[in-house]
């Protein structure tokens, strides 16, 4: 069975650009994360959908951030504009349920972002 | 505001030499505390799902155990290959929703 997948890996940007990440979550897996994760810490959740709909986005940055899962399915993270401080690991995971259930994460193998 | 804590933040120990893993947490309205390993350039990687306190769990050399305020996991007679971050993580209800909290994670060494 794939895994969730993740893509660019590696992104090398200069402050002010926009710059987006992909995810394809697990098959049949309703609920989709993003999570940021700065050097030596634990991950950050940023947004939670469950199918198409974002459930959670109260620690999102709304200024500059931005998600959309079209379809219920592929899911995008935006940024526009990187400031320095977004330098991080971006992770994407999945899971078979989500709100009330609960259930294990699958996580992807993450977008490292260096903005110079 | 829920808090996870989790010591020690390092820890190298020689091959065969068991040691626990400190979870502590702050939470109301607890669901359930997960425990994932993290090798580098990786995410985390699911191991157990703790639901209430008396709870344990085990996998391979892996112990988890649970109570009210803490969870451990337990290493038994480790090997090169359990090297990695380990994190802890829990579920609770906080301001109408259901919210994952990490730690920062323990990072672990274990010496041939």
């Known amino acids: 069975e794939a895994g969730v997948v993740q893509s660019p890996r590696y992104k090398i940007i200069e402050k002010k650009q926009p710059v987006a990440f992909w995810c394809n979550p697990i098959?049949?897996?309703?609920?989709l994360y993003w999570y940021r994760q700065n050097l030596g810490q634990g991950p950050e959740l940023l947004i939670r959908y469950e199918n198409e709909e974002a459930v959670d986005d109260s620690q999102l940055p709304k200024d500059r951030f931005s998600a959309e899962r079209l379809k219920g399915v592929d899911s995008t993270l935006k940024i526009q504009p990187a400031e320095l401080g977004d330098s991080a690991v971006y992770l994407c995971?999945?899971?078979?349920?989500?709100?009330?259930?609960?259930?294990?994460?699958?996580f992807g193998p993450g977008t490292r972002l260096t903005v110079t | 505001e829920d808090q996870v804590t989790q010591s020690p933040e390092a820890l190298r120990l020689q091959e065969g030499e068991s040691s626990s893993l400190n979870c502590s947490y702050t939470?109301?309205?607890?669901?359930?505390l997960f425990w994932y390993r993290q090798d580098p350039g990786k995410g985390p990687e699911f191991l157990f799902t703790l639901y209430s306190a008396g709870e344990e769990k085990e996998k391979e050399r892996l112990k988890a155990t649970l109570t009210k305020k803490e969870s451990f996991l337990h290493i038994t007679a480790p090997k090169p290959e359990d090297s990695a971050t380990y994190l802890c993580a829990v579920q609770a209800w906080s301001g109408g929703y259901q919210k994952v909290t990490f730690g920062i994670g323990t990072k672990l060494q274990v010496i041939p």
């Open positions: 098959s049949g897996h309703n609920t």
């Open positions: 995971a999945s899971s078979l349920g989500g709100g009330v259930a609960l259930s294990e994460q699958y």
């Open positions: 939470v109301s309205g607890l669901r359930g």
